[in-house]
C-alpha cells in the first residue's frame, strides 16, 4: 500500500502542477533568469575558475561548472520547499481533510510529495542545462565515475528527505510558508553556494555543516569539476548519508506530532 | 456506533491588541453527549449552527480528538484505533471543498481509490458505478472546477462511497444545494446508501424537513447538549398537545403575545423570523401550541384584540421543527 499511495501522491501533484503547456514552457525558461544572474555575478572579475580547499587539498575548479552545480542543487532545494507548500494549498482547498480521513500512510504521502517536486524538478533541470550549455562551456573533470554517481544520489536523497520535513512542518503549521521563505537566503550564504567555503568566517563554518546542501556543493563539485576520487569525498558522502537517515526520521516524528496537534487543536481545516 | 460522555472543548485565545498578552478561554463545543446507533440506521444529528454537529462527526471519523469520554466505530475506539476506523467509515461534507478541482472528477476519484487501497482490478468499475449512480458518467472526464455546486456536491458522495464504507458520515450533505438536486440527493441517501446497500449513516443537518423525509430517529442537539434521542414520532408524542397553529401576522406586540400565553388552551407560544412584508409591514411568524384545533377562534381573537394583522393561518399536527423548538425553548 505504501508506494500505492506514493504513487498516487506523485501522480496528483504533477496533473496539478503541469496543468496547461504553457506551464511547460515556462518551466524549461524560468531557470535561465537564474543562471544568468550568477554567470553575470562573475564576468567583470574576468576569472575562469575558482579555487576550493577542501580536506587540507586545494582544487582549481571551473567557475562556470562551480555556479552551474550551485545552481542545479539550490533549485532542487526550492522545489522541495515549494513542495512543502503544497501542503499549504490542500489546507486552503480542503482537501488536507480528506487526506487525513483516510487510512493512506502518512510518510508515503509526503514522501510522494517531494517526490513529485523531485520529478517536477527534471524540467527545471534540462532548462538549466540547456541555458548554461547554450551559453558557456564547462570543463568537467571526471576521474571517479562512483564517487560521482554517488555524490548525485546522496545530495538529491537527502534534499528529499529535507523536503518531507518541509511537508510535516506546513501540516503541522499554518506558517510553514514564512518559516521556509526565512531559510532561503541563509541557506544561499551559509551553503557556500556562490562563494567558496574558505571565504567564511569559521565562527559560522559550524552552521554550514549542518545543512545537507554545504555537503552536496562539495562532493558535486569535486567530482565533477575536481577529478576527486571517492576517498577524498567520503567524509561528505558520509555526511549527506546521515543527514538522509536523519531527515527521513524527523519527518516521521514531525508528520506524527503534526496530525496529534491537527486533531488536538482542530487545525486541519483552518488556512 | 456509539459515544459514551463525549466531549469536545476549544481553546479560543484572544489578544487585546496586535502585541498585546493572549488570554484563553474555553468553548464547550459538545457537553457529555451519549448516543447509540445501530447498524443499517440512518441517524439525524439536528441542531442549529454551531451546536456541536460537525464536531460530533469529526470526532467519530478520527479527524478530531474528544477531551472527554469514548466513542465507537464498529466497536473500534475512534482514538486508539483510529486507524481501524478510517478504514470503514468516510465522510461527506456540505460544501465545495474537499475535491482537487485541477483534476477531473474520475481523476479525484481514482486518487481517493488508490489511497484507501481499492484492489487495483475494482477501481475503474467502482469508479464508473459511482458516476452512474449519482448521473455524472457525461461529466467524468471534466476538471472539477468546470462543475457547477450541485455537481461537486454529487462528487463528494462519489468521494465518500469510494472505499464501500460501512459507516458513512454526511455532514450537511445539501447545504447550498438547490431544491430539485437536494431532493435528489436525499432521496439517493435514502434509498441507495440505507435501503440498498445497508449502511449505517449519520446525517447531520439544520433543515428539519430532510430529516424529517430521511431518518430513522433523530437526536437534538444545542449548545454542545444532546437533549433528546428518538424516533420523530416518539418524540412527538411527548409533544404537551397535538397541534400547532402557524400564524403569520403583521403589528405584533409584546402585549399580543402576553395575551397569547394566558390563554387556557395555549401551551406554548414561539416566534421565528420571517423575511417578507406585506404593504409596507414586517410580518412575524407565530407558531402556537395548542390543546386542539377548537382553540384557533381564541387565538384569532386575541390576536385581533391586541390589534394585529392576521395575514394567513395553518394549522397543522406537530413538525420535527417545532419539537426541536419544544425541546430547546425557541
Same mark, same amino acid.
Given at each position: 500500500m505504501f508506494w500505492r499511495v506514493v504513487m498516487a501522491e506523485v501522480e496528483k501533484n504533477l496533473k496539478q502542477f503541469f496543468f496547461t503547456a504553457r506551464t511547460l514552457f515556462w518551466t524549461l525558461m524560468l531557470p535561465l533568469g537564474n543562471g544568468l544572474y550568477l554567470y553575470f $555575478?562573475? $564576468?567583470?572579475?574576468?576569472?575562469?575558475s575558482v579555487s576550493l580547499e577542501f580536506n587540507a587539498s586545494w582544487y582549481a575548479l571551473d567557475l562556470v561548472g562551480f555556479t552551474l552545480i550551485g545552481q542545479l542543487l539550490y533549485t532542487f532545494y526550492t522545489m522541495m520547499l515549494l513542495s512543502g507548500a503544497t501542503f499549504e494549498r490542500e489546507r486552503e482547498q480542503g482537501t488536507l481533510e480528506a487526506l487525513f480521513l483516510s487510512p493512506a500512510n502518512r510518510i508515503a504521502v509526503i514522501f510522494g510529495g517531494a517526490l513529485s517536486s523531485a520529478l517536477n524538478y527534471v524540467w527545471f533541470l534540462f532548462g538549466i542545462l540547456l541555458s548554461w550549455v547554450a551559453f558557456v562551456g564547462v570543463k568537467i573533470m571526471i576521474s571517479d565515475f562512483l564517487a560521482l554517481f554517488a555524490s548525485v544520489v546522496l545530495s538529491y536523497l537527502s534534499l528529499v528527505m529535507l523536503g518531507m520535513c518541509f511537508e510535516a512542518l506546513f501540516v503541522y503549521s499554518r506558517r510553514g510558508g514564512m518559516y521556509a521563505t526565512m531559510l532561503q537566503e541563509p541557506m544561499m550564504f551559509f551553503s557556500g553556494l556562490v562563494f567558496p567555503l574558505q571565504a567564511m568566517p569559521i565562527a559560522l563554518l559550524s552552521v554550514s555543516y549542518l545543512i545537507p546542501l554545504t555537503f552536496g556543493l562539495i562532493s558535486m563539485r569535486l567530482t565533477l569539476l575536481g577529478a576527486a576520487s571517492m576517498s577524498d569525498i567520503a567524509v561528505p558522502l558520509m555526511a549527506l548519508a546521515s543527514m538522509t537517515l536523519v531527515f527521513l526520521m524527523l519527518a516521521a516524528w514531525l508528520i506524527g506530532q503534526a496530525e496529534r496537534k491537527a486533531k488536538a487543536k482542530a487545525t486541519l481545516a483552518q488556512f | 456506533m456509539e459515544a459514551r460522555h463525549l466531549s469536545r472543548d476549544y481553546v479560543s485565545t484572544k489578544r487585546s491588541h496586535f502585541i498585546g498578552k493572549k488570554t484563553a478561554s474555553i468553548v464547550r463545543a459538545l457537553d457529555h453527549i451519549d448516543f447509540e446507533i445501530p447498524e443499517g440506521e440512518l441517524f439525524g444529528l439536528l441542531g442549529p449552527n454551531g451546536a456541536g454537529k460537525t464536531t460530533t462527526v469529526k470526532i467519530l471519523c478520527t479527524l478530531l480528538e474528544p477531551t472527554g469520554g469514548k466513542a465507537f466505530v464498529k466497536g473500534f475506539n475512534v482514538v486508539k484505533d483510529a486507524a481501524r476506523v478510517r478504514r470503514i467509515v468516510n465522510m461527506v461534507a456540505g460544501g465545495e471543498r474537499m475535491l482537487y478541482y485541477r483534476l477531473t472528477g474520475r481523476e479525484n476519484l481514482k486518487y481517493f481509490a488508490e489511497l484507501y487501497d481499492v484492489p487495483k482490478k475494482e477501481i475503474e468499475s467502482r469508479v464508473n458505478t459511482l458516476f452512474d449512480l449519482v448521473g455524472l458518467s457525461e461529466r467524468a472526464d471534466d476538471e472539477v472546477e468546470k462543475y457547477s455546486k450541485g455537481m461537486k456536491q454529487r462528487l463528494q458522495i462519489c468521494r465518500g462511497l469510494i472505499n464501500d464504507p460501512e459507516v458513512l458520515f454526511l455532514d450537511e450533505?445539501? %447545504?447550498? %444545494?438547490?431544491v430539485n438536486i437536494a431532493k435528489d440527493l436525499r432521496k439517493f441517501i435514502r434509498e441507495r446508501i440505507v435501503e440498498e446497500q445497508g449502511k449505517t449513516v449519520l446525517l447531520t443537518t439544520h433543515y428539519m424537513y430532510e430529516a424529517e423525509e430521511l431518518c430513522d430517529r433523530v437526536g437534538f442537539l444545542n449548545k454542545g447538549k444532546l437533549i433528546a434521542v428518538g424516533r420523530t414520532d416518539e418524540l412527538k408524542r411527548k409533544m404537551p398537545s397535538g397541534f400547532s397553529m402557524e400564524v403569520l401576522v403583521t403589528r405584533l406586540t409584546d402585549e399580543a403575545l402576553e395575551g397569547l400565553r394566558r390563554l387556557e388552551q395555549v401551551k406554548k407560544v414561539l416566534t421565528t423570523a420571517y423575511e417578507a412584508e406585506v404593504e409596507g409591514e414586517k410580518i412575524d411568524r407565530l407558531i402556537v401550541n395548542i390543546d386542539s384545533d377548537r382553540a384557533t377562534p381564541e387565538v384569532l381573537n386575541c390576536l385581533s384584540k391586541m390589534g394585529c394583522q392576521v395575514v394567513s393561518v395553518n394549522i397543522r399536527g406537530p413538525t420535527l421543527e417545532d419539537l426541536f423548538m419544544f425541546y430547546t425553548g425557541g
Open positions: $555575478l562573475y $564576468l567583470p572579475f574576468a576569472v575562469k | 450533505p445539501t %447545504l447550498g %444545494l438547490d
